[in-house]
Nanobody, 123 residues
Framework: QVQLEESGGGLVQAGGSLRLSCAAS????????MGWFRQAPGKEREFVAG????????YYADSVKGRFTISRDSAKNTVYLQMNSLKPEDTAVYSC????????????????WGQGTQVTVSS
């Protein structure tokens, strides 16, 4: 089993940056592909970014390409989401996600979720 705990959310002005962290417990962290999803009020949860087990492959939603970067530090069992050039439409609850072996790009494929962290971007 994998437990995930996010941190780093908050309030930022448009054009600013935030870095989210997701600390994972469990000795099998290396067997899981990791990712981030977000859910804005009144909208469905959507894929943001995904990262392979090795960290060698990444995938991004078109809406965040070129602005967000996902990475992992296997020694610390931690995944990061660096968010730059933030826009008001990035406002959402961001959740860390883990899927055994391969990246999940839809919510139904996720095996484990974090509790979520709020990101609010003011205009």
């Amino acid at each position: 089993q994998v437990q995930l705990e996010e941190s780093g959310g908050g309030l930022v002005q448009a054009g600013g940056s935030l870095r989210l962290s997701c600390a994972a417990s469990g000795r099998t962290f290396s067997r899981y592909a990791m990712g981030w999803f977000r859910q804005a009020p009144g909208k469905e949860r959507e894929f943001v970014a995904g990262l392979s087990r090795s960290g060698g492959s990444t995938y991004y939603a078109d809406s965040v390409k070129g602005r967000f970067t996902i990475s992992r530090d296997s020694a610390k069992n931690t995944v990061y989401l660096q968010m730059n050039s933030l826009k008001p439409e990035d406002t959402a609850v961001y959740s860390c996600a883990a899927r055994f072996w391969i990246i999940a790009t839809i919510a139904d494929d996720v095996d484990y979720w974090g509790q979520g962290t709020q990101v609010t971007v003011s205009s």
